[in-house]
């Protein structure tokens, strides 16, 4: 859900599942085993990065020391494209956030499958049914390409909640920006006509339509594939 037709808001905002604006490159090949590590430097770059769009995830603000304990709390996942984080009917009741790359949430409509969601850097995000009751998930998460997600084990979520109250308030914010965003998207991002709603992603969020498949994106949109691929060949055109 894109944020910044919003007033008031900055414009590299988001909110639980928008499409966040993209710092980090997407998609870039993973080094070998004989290649080097990124330099120290680098991955405190990219961290500070990060902490920088969990800033901006919801109105409320934490401290610091906040993003210290929940992101000290973390596993790295590397993911390949196409790759599956969380699968349907599995019971997956971690915390996640994406760090690098882009992940889409999936579930089924009759026999189709139907992308409703995109998760970019800075996304946090869960499976319901499996986070708050440890039901098996409804619907599946898969990287769009080359991914990087943070693992925070809802045991470290829990402990939070009862240690830190500034971690609690992000959390029920941030929760409330979830619901807000539900009612905003089916008010804005899906109404219109098909070629106006795909004009708005390609101004907002080009990084969607040029490290997507055109299948995925088709999704999205409730369109065909063909009619997608005749839409982006027109506007790119242009």
């Known amino acids: 859900v894109p944020l910044n037709d919003l007033p008031g808001r900055p414009k590299t905002a988001g ?24 330099p120290r430097a680098l991955i405190s770059y990219r961290m500070e990065n990060l902490r ?15 993003l210290d304990e ?50 970019l850097p800075g996304t946090v995000f869960v499976s319901k049914h ?20 943070l693992c925070i084990p809802r045991r470290a979520y829990d402990s939070l909640i009862a240690s830190n109250h500034d971690f609690t308030r992000w959390m029920l914010v941030m929760s409330q920006t979830e619901l807000f965003y539900q009612e905003y998207k089916n008010s804005s991002v899906n109404n219109g006509s098909a070629a106006e709603r795909f004009e708005s992603l390609l101004r907002l969020r080009p990084e969607i339509p040029m490290n997507v498949s055109g299948r995925t994106v088709a999704s999205y949109l409730g369109i065909s594939p063909e009619y997608y691929c005749r839409l982006k060949k027109r506007f790119l055109k242009h």
């Open 15 to 38: 909110g639980v599942f928008s499409l966040f604006f993209l710092y980090t490159p997407v998609g870039g090949p993973r080094p070998s085993a004989g290649q080097n590590r990124p």
């Open 52 to 66: 920088q769009l969990l800033r901006q995830e919801c109105d409320y603000v934490p401290s610091d020391s906040t």
């Open 70 to 119: 929940f992101l000290g709390a973390a596993t790295l996942k590397r993911l390949h494209r196409s790759e599956i984080l969380v699968e349907v009917g599995a019971v997956a009741d971690s915390m996640y956030i994406v760090k690098e790359g882009i992940l889409r949430l999936t579930d089924m409509n009759g026999n189709r499958e139907r992308t409703f969601a995109f998760g």
């Open 130 to 149: 499996s986070f708050v009751r440890q039901l098996p998930s409804y619907y599946q998460i898969e990287a769009c390409c080359d991914s990087v997600v």
